[in-house]
């Protein structure tokens, strides 16, 4: 089974954690991770002057972006609210684009065979047969026609595939979660793999982890 792919990963700090340590040169000697801190939050609108320095790297603007700090000052309901939003309007541009294309198969399907088999069945193979559906064309395309951000992504096919709802739930899931989840406890939430089914089972524990938290625990977002 294929490693998953983890760009982000949250962080749940530890209560005695200095406010020193939070910072990307000394994330690995304190987590094991190597990355760098990630404006992924949103702080919450009405942030009070001696709130700020309570907020992880702090940026301007409105939403103001931040790296992290404790529950109570991010504003996770609105960067839910507006990940499904944006990925409704994708969905829409996503149907619009593979119109009478039949159901693709996923990359991770291709990607499981290779591994088990890699003499009999090569990478290149595995790519090959993978864009060669009518579907990914449609897509590839379209990425091609008209790049930038916001536009959907092949590599979000099974995705789309499971339908608009399930999409912006997953959007929606993802904007605060991330890919994978360092407990303050220690423990790591991450997908077996990057299928569909493996990504809606760490969603599930990752959410269910961010309800028990105090609204004093500490969050951290690092891109890896």
């Known amino acids: 089974m294929a490693a998953p792919t983890i760009a982000t990963m949250i962080i749940c700090l530890p209560d005695a954690l200095p406010a020193q340590a939070l910072t990307s040169h000394q994330l690995d000697t304190h987590f094991n991770v190597t990355g760098t801190l990630a404006p992924l939050f949103w702080a919450v609108a009405q942030l009070r002057?001696?709130?700020?320095?309570?907020?992880?790297?702090?940026?301007?603007?409105?939403?103001?972006?931040?790296?992290?700090?404790?529950?109570?000052?991010?504003?996770?309901?609105g960067m839910r609210h507006a990940a499904a939003v944006g990925a409704?309007?994708?969905?829409?541009?996503?149907?619009?684009?593979?119109?009478?294309?039949?159901?693709?198969?996923?990359?991770?399907?291709?990607?499981?065979?290779?591994?088990?088999?890699?003499?009999?069945?090569?990478?290149?193979?595995?790519?090959?047969?993978?864009?060669?559906?009518?579907?990914?064309?449609?897509?590839?395309?379209?990425?091609?026609?008209?790049p930038g951000t916001g536009q959907p992504s092949v590599g979000e096919l099974e995705m789309y595939q499971a339908g608009q709802m399930a999409y912006q739930h997953y959007r929606a899931a993802s904007a605060i979660a991330g890919d994978a989840m360092?407990?303050?406890d220690g423990r790591k939430l991450a997908p077996a793999s990057d299928a569909l089914a493996h990504?809606?089972?760490?969603?599930?524990?990752?959410?269910?982890h961010l309800d028990t938290l105090?609204?004093?625990?500490?969050?951290?977002?690092v891109a890896l």
């Open 49 to 77: 002057v001696w709130q700020r320095q309570q907020m992880i790297g702090l940026r301007k603007g409105r939403p103001a972006p931040c790296a992290g700090g404790p529950v109570r000052l991010l504003d996770l309901h």
């Open 88 to 146: 409704g309007i994708r969905y829409q541009i996503w149907q619009q684009v593979v119109h009478g294309t039949r159901a693709a198969t996923p990359w991770p399907v291709f990607e499981t065979r290779h591994l088990t088999d890699p003499d009999r069945y090569p990478l290149d193979t595995a790519i090959a047969e993978f864009h060669a559906q009518p579907r990914v064309h449609a897509m590839r395309l379209h990425a091609a026609a008209a």
């Open 182 to 184: 360092l407990t303050a």
């Open 199 to 208: 990504r809606i089972t760490y969603l599930e524990q990752a959410l269910a």
């Open 214 to 221: 105090d609204p004093d625990q500490r969050l951290l977002a």
